[in-house]
């Protein structure tokens, strides 16, 4: 069994220089920064201030519909929606419930509420149960419904049954059981699109504790400028927690092994400068931090932390072997940075993978993501060799001291010998179980169907999730949904086929099981109608024309050639709304037919998720079936051998099968963050397999026992990823502390995939390698006779 304590270091370096580069001499890139470095820590000092000032220029996205922005007809027709009928983007529903909530005293502070709200600087309208009117007597504009003094006694009781019997407020503004109040409140879009919308939130939750602090109510707010205001502070917070999380995790794990405050300042650095120059050049690039970039920081440091530990224990082995530090930090730049730059060429492949994607969102976080891994190997390549030189000092002491002292990293060199002599052993016996597992897996992974929810994209630890459910619950919904009814040219908002139109609209989606909270310009005529009497075209126009624009902009355009029915619907999987969004399409043929030239169109982000979601997930899905083989023949090519092709496969797959199977389990389908988070671990996690591939093509000898090359490259690399995954698995793991769903998703299933990573690198890759470097030597010698021994 080969002593871990005793690494000769020459050979390897022998079979550097006189090897083919596998990264086609990209890594004597580091080598150049050697020559001058206080010349290069200077540039380093001038990138970090640019920098620093690029950072400043990142800006939030906030927007719920980020995901689903594409260059696509629906996209496109909901931002045209969005545009023409400005109200669900900026309206704050303000949720007030409880068994006592149409007590007289209570609705005097709920009428109380109302009024306080509309003097909030920011607000432009409001919408409540207070709004609705008695029917209007001839010739004269309908009276309130709730009179100035409310009655008192039995006349109370009355009245509360008039107001839950009023088609206007009940079910719509109302619960049915008279427990749940919904308040519309519409800010002004200036105000949600600027830094003040913390401030008019901020008032709007002071008044309503005010106001209804001692009613025994609960009152909570939701919407769409909420939930953006959530997501925004969670971003903001996440970040900050991610950064921290981070610099410590790198810190701490390399002071522990290396016991050197230079080795640790060599290692954690570099990949902390990586994050630095990253996000200061996507901040000059114009990128804005959403929910997927908001992960890049991490994602930096697993893409630089891991090539940045193997240089420096690379370099660490030489000096201990008696070379100075130039010498030694150029030796681990022309063996180990072979490796890193391949390691991050499959890390960029992953994030061009997800140019797949329909989702502008998507796209732009694969574009992020390639700039950034290029950006950390770079960074890797050039300053961990220069801080070496710089505050690596006392070589001679170093290697005496840590040569029969190096207690911890000699005792992972055991464990991973130890392992290495058990797979060598029976190479063909492991990979065959290798390979069933593998395949197992994969069946369970083929399984997993997409699953889409707006929930899973806001924040579930505050209060606007919880608003809505209760929405859900007792109005039918608080995600809108639009039919946009736009009028052929020359006819009017007034028409007699317009308004049939409208109305057959109308009554379709009143219809469609799902569907609640249906209001358009029919409610109003419907009203007239039957309260007054009122038939006539006249009387309606008079009404629409004494609206405030701000309502009026709900359901008529500005140029009155179109008009929005609007409902809304419950916050479901896309898999459940999409029949219901199909039925209401279908539904809507009839009335095409019957109305030509009437264009009709269901839309919405309810709509827009529910269409699209599925499709999206899957072509991501099979974008990384692609990357598979792609990443294989890449890999192949860069070592020109097929037995590497081969080797890289079943431990490239295991981490990605191995997660699904855990989602499978856990009754989790596939979502954009877990498809996300297993196309980018698949890059990262290969990082491991080319380090050891790299070192078993250096350890192979001609005419040498494999077993040997596999043990040798074992102890020398597999100290450094576990290591590495460790500290990995703690950045990405940390997500889990997020208040955004999806992210704490990505951030536990990347944890997850990085340790299936090294399972898969230490239990599945040695045997393989094994076992098919053998099986090659064996047919080479039937063909040719006896050959060079190798990868």
Same mark, same amino acid.
């Not at 000032?53 to 931002?79: A, C, P």
């Not at 419930?97 to 005097?108: I, Q, S, T, V």
């Not at 079910?171 to 308040?183: N, V």
């Given at each position: 069994?080969?002593? +871990?304590?005793?690494i000769n270091v ?9 090897s ?18 206080i010349?290069?820590?200077i ?12 950072v ?18 629906e996209?496109?027709q ?10 669900t983007e900026?309206?704050?529903?303000? &949720? ?11 609705l005097?502070?709920?009428?109380d509420?109302?009024?306080d709200?509309q ?10 149960l207070f ?6 007597a001839?010739?004269q504009?309908p ?5 100035e ?7 109370? *009781?009355?009245?509360?049954d008039?107001?839950?019997?009023n ?11 008279g427990?749940l109040?919904?308040?519309?409140l519409?800010?002004? +879009?200036?105000?949600?699109s600027?830094?003040?919308l913390?401030?008019t ?10 106001d209804?602090g001692?009613t025994?109510?609960s ?9 953006q205001?959530?997501i925004?502070?969670?971003v903001e ?6 950064n921290?999380? *981070?610099?410590l ?17 060599v290692?954690?650095?570099?990949p902390?400068?990586?994050i630095?120059?990253?996000?200061g ?6 990128f ?10 991490p994602?930096?440091m ?8 193997q240089l420096?224990?690379?370099a660490?082995?030489?000096?201990i072997?008696?070379?100075?530090? &130039? ?7 022309r ?8 390691? =991050?060429?499959?890390?960029g ?19 992020a993501?390639?700039?950034a ?5 770079l960074?890797v390549?050039?300053? %961990? ?17 840590f ?23 029976? +190479?063909?016996?492991f990979s065959a179980? @290798?390979?069933a ?9 083929? =399984? ?5 929810r707006?929930a ?7 209060k ?6 209760r929405l859900d619950?007792?109005?039918?919904g608080?995600?809108?949904?639009d ?18 139109t409208?109305?057959?609209? =109308? ?7 799902g569907?609640?909270n249906?209001?358009?310009l029919?409610?109003l ?10 038939h006539?075209?006249a ?11 701000h ?5 008529i355009?500005?140029?009155?050639d @179109?008009?929005v ?15 219901v969004?199909?039925?209401l399409?279908?539904?809507m043929d009839?009335?095409?037919a019957?109305h +030509?030239g009437y264009e009709?169109a ?13 499709n999206m ?6 974008g ?7 990443v294989?023949v ?9 037995t590497?092709m081969f080797s890289?496969?079943?431990?490239g ?5 191995a997660?699904?199977?855990v ?11 877990s %498809?996300?988070?297993?196309t980018v671990?698949f890059?990262?996690?290969?990082s ?5 591939l ?9 005419g ?13 690399v ?10 990995l698995?703690?950045?990405?793991g940390?997500?889990?502390f997020?208040?955004?769903p999806?992210?704490r ?8 995939s990085?340790?299936?990573a ?16 053998g ?5 080479r ?6 050959a060079k021994?190798?990868?």
């Amino acid at each position: 069994m080969l002593d +871990p304590g005793k690494i000769n270091v020459g050979a390897e370096d022998a079979a550097a220089r006189r090897s083919l580069s596998i990264a086609f001499g990209l890594e004597r890139i580091g080598l150049f920064p050697m020559k001058a470095p206080i010349l290069s820590c200077i540039i380093l000092v001038a990138l970090c201030i640019g920098a620093f000032f690029g950072v400043q220029r990142i800006k939030i996205d906030d927007s719920l519909s980020q995901l689903f922005r594409s260059n696509t007809r629906e996209y496109h027709q909901y931002e045209e929606v969005t545009k023409r009928f400005p109200s669900t983007e900026f309206d704050v529903l303000v &949720v007030v419930e409880g068994k006592a909530l149409l007590a007289r005293e209570n609705l005097e502070k709920l009428r109380d509420l109302v009024t306080d709200l509309q003097l909030i600087d920011g607000t432009r309208g409001i919408i409540s149960l207070f709004s609705a009117r008695q029917a209007p007597a001839p010739g004269q504009f309908p009276a309130p419904l709730f009179p100035e003094t409310l009655p008192e006694g039995r006349a109370y *009781g009355q009245f509360i049954d008039t107001v839950k019997t009023n088609e206007i407020i009940r079910g719509k503004l109302l619960s049915e059981d008279g427990t749940l109040a919904l308040i519309v409140l519409s800010l002004e +879009p200036s105000v949600v699109s600027s830094n003040g919308l913390k401030a008019t939130v901020g008032e709007i939750r002071k008044t309503m504790k005010e106001d209804l602090g001692d009613t025994g109510l609960s009152v909570e707010l939701s919407g769409v400028p909420v939930m953006q205001l959530e997501i925004r502070n969670a971003v903001e917070r996440d970040g900050l927690i991610y950064n921290v999380a *981070g610099v410590l995790a790198g810190c701490i794990i390399a002071i522990l092994f290396f016991r050197k405050v230079s080795f640790m300042v060599v290692a954690a650095f570099p990949p902390l400068l990586a994050i630095l120059l990253a996000l200061g050049g996507l901040g000059w690039a114009n990128f804005s931090l959403n929910m997927f970039l908001n992960v890049m920081t991490p994602l930096i440091m697993v893409i630089s932390f891991s090539d940045s530990m193997q240089l420096t224990f690379a370099a660490r082995d030489r000096l201990i072997a008696g070379e100075d530090k &130039v010498t030694a930090f150029s030796n681990a730049v022309r063996v180990v940075g072979p490796a890193c730059v391949l390691t =991050h060429a499959t890390a960029g492949i992953s994030f061009l993978a997800l140019q797949f994607s329909n989702s502008d969102l998507i796209r732009a976080f694969g574009e992020a993501g390639l700039a950034a891994t290029v950006i950390a190997l770079l960074a890797v390549l050039s300053f %961990v060799p220069v801080f070496g030189i710089l505050f690596v000092r006392g070589e001679q002491e170093f290697a005496a001291k840590f040569k029969s002292a190096d207690v911890g990293v000699n005792a992972l060199r055991r464990f991973c010998a130890w392992i290495a002599v058990r797979m060598v052993g029976r +190479p063909a016996l492991f990979s065959a179980i @290798a390979l069933a597992v593998v395949g197992g897996l994969a069946l369970i992974y083929a =399984h997993l169907e997409p699953r889409y929810r707006l929930a899973d994209q806001v924040p579930d630890k505050q209060k606007a999730v919880a608003a809505s459910s209760r929405l859900d619950a007792k109005l039918t919904g608080a995600n809108p949904i639009d039919i946009l009814i736009e009028f052929p040219k020359g006819a009017s908002l007034f028409d007699p086929q317009t308004l049939s139109t409208v109305a057959d609209v =109308h009554a379709l989606v009143e219809k469609q099981a799902g569907v609640g909270n249906v209001w358009s310009l029919e409610t109003l005529r419907r009203w007239l109608a039957e309260k007054a009497g009122a038939h006539d075209v006249a009387t309606l126009k008079e009404y629409v024309d004494v609206i405030p624009d701000h309502l009026k902009r709900r359901f008529i355009s500005a140029e009155q050639d @179109a008009v929005v029915v609007s409902a809304r619907v419950p916050d479901l999987d896309s898999s459940q709304i999409l029949p219901v969004v199909e039925g209401l399409d279908k539904a809507m043929d009839a009335v095409r037919a019957k109305h +030509p030239g009437y264009e009709i169109a269901v839309t919405g982000l309810s709509a827009i998720a529910a269409r699209n979601s599925a499709n999206m997930i899957e072509k991501l899905n099979s974008g990384l079936t692609i990357e598979f083989v792609f990443v294989a023949v890449f890999i192949g090519l860069a070592f020109r051998s097929a037995t590497v092709m081969f080797s890289s496969i079943l431990p490239g797959i295991f981490p990605v099968v191995a997660s699904g199977t855990v989602l499978w389990a856990m009754g989790e389908g596939l979502q954009f963050a877990s %498809v996300v988070a297993l196309t980018v671990s698949f890059g990262l996690g290969l990082s491991a397999t080319i380090h050891f591939l790299n070192r078993l093509r250096l350890e192979s000898a001609p005419g040498s026992d494999p077993g040997i090359a596999v043990e040798r490259a074992t102890v020398l690399v597999g100290p450094a990823l576990i290591l590495t995954t460790v500290v990995l698995a703690c950045g990405l793991g940390v997500m889990v502390f997020s208040d955004l769903p999806s992210l704490r998703l990505f951030g536990w299933l990347s944890a997850f995939s990085m340790i299936a990573a090294l399972v898969a690198d230490l239990f599945i890759l040695r045997p393989t390698a094994m076992f098919l470097v053998g099986l090659s030597q064996m047919v080479r010698g039937l063909w040719r006779g006896p050959a060079k021994t190798g990868v």
